[in-house]
């Protein structure tokens, strides 16, 4: 949307505004975790959106990816280039589950993927947590009240945190497997959370507890 020219939403034909729109809902939903992910990136000297190899480095598969990345920990992001609606996505070791449909899917693998113009091929990273918050028209427009954390679960024993910024809070969030049990832990909050697992088939595993 920034730039030169005509590139107001509303210049484009309706399916393109349909389409954008979408995406730039979706864009506002995920700002505590595009936030959070920021004031980590800062703390740890990490870019936003990471080449694959920074962070699976003895993996020689990624080593020559330079169509796909990290956005934060949790995200990645393959985009598909041209109007073939087909490309070749490499998930590094892990599970990783796939947004869209909560499919999971075993890394350390080339995958071939088709999707239409409007699914952008994203995976969640395992164990990570992705605060989301409402749609809003502008940053700020008003006070947020209840934070979305969509979990991917761990398929083994793990720990993962995730701070969310919230207007003026910033509230710390930990995910424990152990032993078959999965718990989020939440830090004391003006704000309620809910909790979703993601590839869950029924009702979440996930017990939702107070962080101490």
Not at 100 to 120: F, N, Q
Request: contains cysteine.
């Amino acid at each position: 949307i920034h730039g030169f020219g005509d590139r107001e939403l509303y210049a484009f034909d309706p399916e393109v505004l349909r389409i954008c729109r979408d995406y730039v809902r979706l864009r506002y939903r995920l700002l505590p975790y595009i936030y959070g992910s920021a004031f980590d990136c800062v703390e740890r000297s990490l870019p936003m959106a990471r080449a694959l190899v920074l962070e699976f480095q003895d993996d020689p598969s990624v080593w020559n990816v330079g169509d796909q990345w990290l956005l934060g920990d949790g995200l990645l992001v393959a985009p598909i280039y041209d109007e073939s609606g087909a490309r070749e996505v490499y998930l590094p070791a892990g599970v990783w589950t796939d947004w869209w449909t909560g499919s999971r899917l075993e890394g350390r693998r080339w995958i071939h993927v088709d999707a239409d113009l409007e699914t952008l091929p994203l995976w969640v990273r395992e164990g990570a947590i992705i605060p989301m918050g409402p749609v809003m028209s502008h940053v700020g427009e008003f006070p947020v009240e209840e934070i979305t954390l969509r979990v991917a679960p761990f398929e083994d024993d793990g720990e993962s945190r995730f701070t969310v910024p919230v207007d003026d809070e910033r509230i710390e969030v930990r995910y424990t497997a152990a032993g078959g049990r999965h718990r989020v832990a939440i830090g004391p909050s003006s704000v309620r959370f809910q909790v979703e697992e993601l590839g869950a088939k029924g009702a979440s595993r996930i017990e939702v507890t107070t962080l101490e």
